[in-house]
């Protein structure tokens, strides 16, 4: 059985797909690195192949029909033989020398019988275009080298959110808890690292910049205008993960402030381009999402209305207005676009 196994979901990605296996064939015989090939029209499966051919025992190229990211990942999940599982985007790589640091704490978890279900790591916007950097860690918010509880957390800035990119889970967790990811829609990381979290008991956090996070293609799903079109996948997203949990019954207090103060930030990132696109049916959209929270959990509406954003998103006078595009740029800093 491999200690990792790390799910590449590829789609057109002959361009550079390449660096991110060859970064992460530095773990050696330790990972497993599952290159799932969402019905690609380009050379993506043919390049996949030939690294399971130069590497049998550590790459599996995997083909499948197109049905978007979430799709890849569930294949991902499926085939998994090890005993933690990541996902790492195709034109994203990581940092070599972290990977090798993190192997080694999850061995000397397995080899001490020591459960963890989530490890935690730094990531790393990467702007190459701009040559910049801007590097997302947990310190403050998390204890240090050691297994921890979430009552042992410290608070989470806007800016520590636990995104896909800093997550390694272990593999039965996601299994038992049923994960699967909807095809066809954008944004489901944050469903992957969302719905897991009160299945989650022990964890551990290494300060090291591990994920390598590429920011800067014009296609890409996290580019403001792109966003803005995709806006309903948001919508959707966000509905499936206030359906995920009642947080009203969470009975660990620092883990329900956190589930509640990530569902603020998502339905904030829903509501700015909704009021930035401007139109009735944009407008009306708004109210809808929200009406959907109050309907569906009243207090946890009444929860995320306690947050200044919550309450904020919701008005509709000029003022309002003015706030919720005030609320765009804060959107803006926890995602790390700008």
């Known amino acids: ?45 043919k ?15 995997i083909h499948k029909e197109n049905g978007g990211h979430g799709s890849a990942v569930n294949t991902g999940l499926k085939n998994a033989s090890g005993l933690y599982f990541k996902v790492v985007d195709s034109d994203d790589w990581v940092d ?6 993190v192997l080694d704490v999850l061995r000397d978890m397995v080899e001490n019988s020591r459960n963890l279900d989530m490890l935690i790591a730094n990531y790393v916007y990467e702007k190459v275009s701009l040559n910049k950097q801007k590097v997302i860690h947990y310190k403050g918010a998390m204890p240090e080298e050691r297994i921890f509880g979430w009552s042992d957390t410290g608070h989470f800035k806007n800016s520590q959110n636990i995104l896909m990119h800093s997550v390694i889970y272990r593999t039965k967790l996601l299994r038992d808890c049923n994960l699967e990811l909807p095809e066809h829609t954008f944004y489901v990381d944050n469903i992957f690292v969302y719905t897991p979290l009160p299945y989650v008991k022990t964890m551990y956090y290494m300060d090291v910049d591990l994920y390598r996070y590429f920011i800067g293609r014009d296609d890409q799903s996290v580019n403001e205008t ?37 569902l603020v930030m998502m339905m904030t990132v829903s509501t700015v381009f909704l009021v930035k696109e401007g139109s009735e049916e ?4 708004k109210e809808e999402l929200w009406d959907y929270l109050k309907t569906k959990n009243k207090r946890l509406y009444q929860a995320v209305n306690r947050y200044f954003l919550g309450w904020s998103m919701q ?18 800093k926890i995602f790390g676009f700008s």
Do not use: C, F
């Open 96 to 101: 070599e020398e972290a990977l090798k640091k």
């Open 282 to 285: 944009s407008l009306r959209k």
């Open 1 to 45: 059985m491999k200690l990792l196994s790390v799910v590449v979901p590829s789609y057109n990605a002959q361009a550079y797909m390449g660096h991110a296996i060859e970064t992460l064939l530095s773990g050696g015989e330790d990972m497993e690195i599952l290159v799932v090939d969402d019905g690609s029209k380009d050379d993506t499966l």
């Open 47 to 61: 390049i996949a192949r030939e690294y399971e051919s130069k590497y049998p025992s550590i790459v599996r190229a």
């Open 226 to 262: 792109v966003m803005m079109g995709r806006v309903d996948q948001q919508i959707r997203v966000t509905k499936i993960m206030i359906d995920s949990h009642d947080l009203t019954k969470i009975k660990n207090k620092k883990l329900r402030h956190y589930m509640v103060k990530y």
């Open 315 to 332: 008005r509709k006078s000029k003022a309002g207005r003015k706030i919720i595009v005030w609320g765009y740029h804060i959107s803006r």
